[in-house]
């Protein structure tokens, strides 16, 4: 079956400092790799995506993500934290079923100081 | 960008009682599903919905939910007898083709249910 692990609950950076959030995977098959943010009592918005191609994903708000097959990682990062990026962050990976349907990891909440 | 709306953003009720949970999809997408967060948890599939049918559902959903698009745009979960347990954040979500592999899901941005 399909699954990711996000093994961070917590992950804390000073604004402007870089940040990591780490995502593995484990899928029989291409993976179909997301991240999604969580604004406290929002829903789910789509940050990013990786379905094939180049490896170094970019997305919105300046994220990027880096898709690492031999190490079955998708981790998040940007270049520079603002205190606005502090949310919760979800990987997930697209079922082998044909319904669509997101698996999604545990979530790690991201705590950017200022 | 289009959205996805979820009526109410929170419901309350009492255990025993039936909820009736609503949600108005991207109007071209094909695929629809329910998600639910208890607190502090991740977010856990329940339901996806194509083509007027359940497509898959996970051991989550019981007996006790249902789901329906009764007139084409609205897309509703329903419990028909709330538990303590149900208390949670439901997220609606639609995908623009069948199960496209390559398309995100649109997100609503949840009704918070509290069961007393």
């Known amino acids: 079956a399909q699954s990711v692990a996000q093994p961070e609950d917590q992950v804390k950076v000073a604004e402007g400092n870089p940040l990591t959030v780490k995502c593995t995977y484990s899928?029989?098959?291409?993976?179909?790799l997301f991240w999604y943010v969580q604004y406290p009592n929002r829903g789910l918005q789509f940050l990013l995506k990786y379905i094939t191609g180049d490896n170094l994903v970019k997305g919105s708000y300046g994220f990027e993500a880096e898709f690492n097959k031999s190490q079955t990682s998708f981790h998040l990062k940007k270049p520079s934290a603002l205190v606005s990026d502090s949310a919760l962050y979800f990987c997930?990976?697209?079922?082998?079923?044909?319904?669509?349907?997101?698996?999604f990891g545990q979530g790690t909440t991201l705590q950017v100081k200022p | 960008e289009p959205e996805v709306t979820q009526t109410p953003s929170h419901q309350v009720t009492q255990m025993g009682q039936e909820v009736i949970l609503r949600c108005v999809p991207i109007?071209?997408?094909?695929?629809f599903y329910w998600y639910r967060q208890i607190l502090g948890q991740k977010v856990e599939f329940l339901v996806s919905?194509?083509?007027?049918?359940?497509?898959?559902k996970s051991e989550i959903f019981d007996d006790q939910f249902s789901v329906e698009r009764p007139d084409g745009s609205n897309f509703t979960l329903k419990i028909r007898s709330t538990k303590l347990e149900d208390s949670a954040m439901y997220f609606c979500?639609?995908?623009?083709?069948?199960?496209?592999?390559?398309?995100?899901?649109?997100f609503g941005s949840g009704t918070q249910l509290s069961v007393l």
């Open positions: 899928v029989s098959g291409n993976p179909y």
């Open positions: 997930a990976v697209r079922d082998s079923s044909n319904t669509g349907k997101l698996i």
């Open positions: 919905f194509y083509n007027n049918e359940i497509s898959e």
């Open positions: 979500a639609s995908n623009p083709q069948s199960g496209g592999m390559n398309e995100k899901l649109f």
């Open positions: 109007s071209n997408h094909l695929y």
